[in-house]
Each structure stands twice: as C-alpha cells, then as structure tokens.
C-alpha cells in the first residue's frame, strides 16, 4: 500500500461501515436489471441522510440529488454500477455468494459502496455551490445500462455539465491509479455466425460440406484480421469465445454457430472489422460449400476521457495518492465499459484505481475475484475531491 496515501477525513470513520455494504452485495449479487434488492438497499440509505431519491430510472438504476448549500452553481454527476455476473464463486470468504451461480466477480459491489460513502459526507457537508447528482446504474454487464438511464431521460432530469466513474484495475498495485486522456476503453461488438452445411456420415466426408471444417478454417481467419487487415495504429482484437454443433463423433451435422467479439478504439475501424469479418464468411462459403448468416451486433461505443476532465481527475488522485502514483500516458485497455455512453453525452472521464496486492491476485471476471476493501475508501475520497474541485467543495483531508 501506498504510504503517501491522504485520505478524506470524514470518510476515514465510515470505512467499517463501507466495507459491511460492500461485503453485504457481494453476498447477494443480482444480475443487470434485476437489482431490486441493491437499488432499494441504496435508496434506503440516501433517504436516511436527507438525500433527494429517484428510483426506477432504466429499471432498477437510483439517482440522488445533493444541492450544495452554496446555492447555484455547475452540476456534477458521479456514477457507480451495480450488477453482478453469471459466474458461480470459487472464493470461500465468509461473505462469499449466498446465490448459486451468481457472484460480483467484477468489484460493482465496491463501486457502490464507494459512492453510498462520499454521498454520506456530501449529505453532512454541503459546502458547495451546485449540484451532485449520485448515479446508481444497474445492467453494465453487456445489457446497456447507461443507454437504457440516458434514454429514460437522465440527463434532461438530472442534468450535469461533466460525469465520473472509476473502476478496480487489477494489474495495478493498490495504491496506484491510471488516467488515459482520450480513449480508455475499446468498443466492443458481438457476432454470431451460424454456419449452415450439408451433413453426413463421418466416414464419408466427402459426400458433405462439413460445417465443422469451415468453421475452423473460419476460427483462424478471424483471428487473424486485426494483424493481417488493420493498421498497427488502430488496435484491434477479434476473439472467437464459442463454438456449437453437432453431437456425436461420428456425424458430420448440418449446422454450427461460433460467437466472439470485435474491440476497437475507433468507430472506423470497428466498421472495418465486420467488413472483413463479412468477407471472411465470403470466402469460407465459396471454399467449403457452406452459407454463413453473420450477425454484428455494436454493445458499446468506446470510452473516451474529455482530455481536460482526465487532467483535472489526474490531479484529483494526485492530491490522495500522490503524483508518482498516478499514471497519465498508459495504452487504452481492451475491455469495454458502457460509461462511454455518458462520455458520448458529457465532458468528463473514467479512472482505473489499481488492487494488486500479490502476483496471483485474480483477474476481474475471474471465479475466484474479490474486491479489495482497502480501495474503498481510496475511490470514496476520489469523488469527493472531484467535487471539491468541480463545485468549490470544502473536503477535509485525514
């Protein structure tokens, strides 16, 4: 851990308390759009400390309005995410997941935990001149969460003239932090291919067009666009995660369908990215004698930090873990986040808050993740120093 660590003050004494709601999500994780219990945990909270509530925004997503006691002024909004993931846990932590097959295996239960403990100090000191708008955003996992707040009309009801979010990062030590001004994160689709053939016995494969075959002639192809048909410049990945079809050794079936994802930083070359993927099929059928029926599906734009936001969040994690701890000029990561949905909307910037503690401290998405507790109050005294900056705030460090 960071020794130069300056903490906010008021949040020092919450930190058991944020470590109790973490560990209190964590043992009851909801998939996107089924958070009812986090979101009525959450709204319970800001209630209990006078705190303007709004449920039901995309679903299940919470809004908590704190007017600054300085009267009008700019408008911020800090968000956190809530669900969970399809993941059965590993971890034998006496907090671990009370739901089969469900866990928060991504650190969304650190997340809240961490804006429920700056919005309980903004609730006690409102030295400052505008408006704090707490977002509580259901359904990031894939399912469109931001999208589905934005078009319920977040904004128009709550609006702000900048956002914020952060998340865990894993490959960074604790104590450390990472602002990217531009891209952050990729864009990420979906595509299936469904690979229709004529099936048969195996014995006699000639008298078939294996949808197999071309499938794994398919596999390596798609592998292969981001080195062979894009630029070095425009970082791009394609993954084939799944392939179905057929159920016995000895049958050559009709049909078989791969599933992957297409990440890039760019909208240009996420559009070449199925172009060739689309030329790809084209070949594969004219080669084997197969169809191929292509679905891509975009999930999320990428995320790209307002270059003077990014440096003003910067400068907000300087200020707690000091400057040599925050890295300004890391590469964009490949995962996706649907925050760029906000960043599409509002000037404003996403920071990666790093956990690692050990060489073999799990990845997120992994069985076996846990959120590390001692980010907490690191990540609460974030957003409370981005309002301090942004709305005059008066926070106090420890």
């Known amino acids: 851990m960071n020794p130069a660590i300056t903490l ?27 958070e009812v219990e986090t979101s009525a945990f959450v709204a319970e909270r800001l ?10 925004l995309g679903g299940t997503g919470v809004v908590g309005v704190i007017y600054g006691d300085g009267g009008p002024g700019p408008a911020i909004g800090l968000r956190a995410d809530m669900d969970a993931l399809p993941i059965e846990e590993q971890g034998q932590a006496p907090y671990r997941s009370e739901r089969p097959g469900l866990m928060h295996a991504c650190g969304h239960d650190g997340h809240t935990a961490m804006l429920l403990g700056a919005a309980c100090v903004l609730a006690k000191q409102r030295d400052f001149a505008g408006t704090v708008n707490l977002i509580f955003q259901p359904a990031e996992e894939g399912l469109g969460g931001a999208r ?56 006699t494969p000639y008298l078939t067009a294996s949808p197999v075959s071309a499938a794994a002639a398919l596999v390596a192809l798609i ?48 559009q070449a990215l199925e172009a060739e993927l689309r030329r790809c ?30 440096g003003a969040a910067a400068g907000a994690l300087e200020a707690i873990l000091g400057a040599d701890a925050v890295t300004r000029d890391m590469p964009p990561v490949t995962g996706s986040e649907d925050f760029a949905y906000m960043l ?28 590390e507790d001692r980010l907490l109050p690191i990540g609460a005294s974030f957003f409370l120093k981005m309002v301090e900056l942004k709305l005059g705030a008066g926070c106090s460090a420890a």
């Open 148 to 203: 589905t707040m934005i078009a319920d009309g977040l904004f128009e009801r709550f609006p702000c003239d900048t956002v914020f979010a952060l998340h865990n990062a894993p490959p960074l030590r604790l104590g450390t932090a990472a602002v990217h001004s531009g891209p952050a994160c990729a864009g990420a689709a979906r595509f299936v291919i469904a690979v229709r053939g004529h099936g048969g016995h195996a014995a």
């Open 344 to 371: 599409e909307r509002l000037p404003g910037a996403y920071v990666l808050l790093g956990t690692r503690v050990a060489d073999d401290t799990p990845m997120l998405h992994s069985p076996d993740y846990d959120f």
């Open 223 to 270: 592998e292969a666009i981001p080195a062979r048909r894009i630029p070095a410049s425009g970082m791009a990945v394609m993954t084939v995660g799944s392939i179905n079809g057929g159920d016995a050794f000895n049958v050559v079936p009709d049909s078989v369908t791969l599933t992957g994802t297409a990440r890039a930083f760019a909208p240009a070359t996420m």
């Open 281 to 310: 099929c084209t070949g594969i059928e004219a080669a084997h004698g197969v169809a191929c029926d292509v679905r891509f599906e975009l999930l999320f734009p990428p995320t790209v930090n307002d270059a003077r936001e990014a």
């Open 8 to 34: 906010d003050r008021e949040i020092v004494p919450l930190v058991a308390e944020m470590t109790a709601w973490r560990r209190r999500f964590h043992q009851h994780p909801e998939l996107g759009f089924e």
């Open 47 to 56: 209630r209990g400390w006078g705190i303007e509530t709004h449920v039901g």
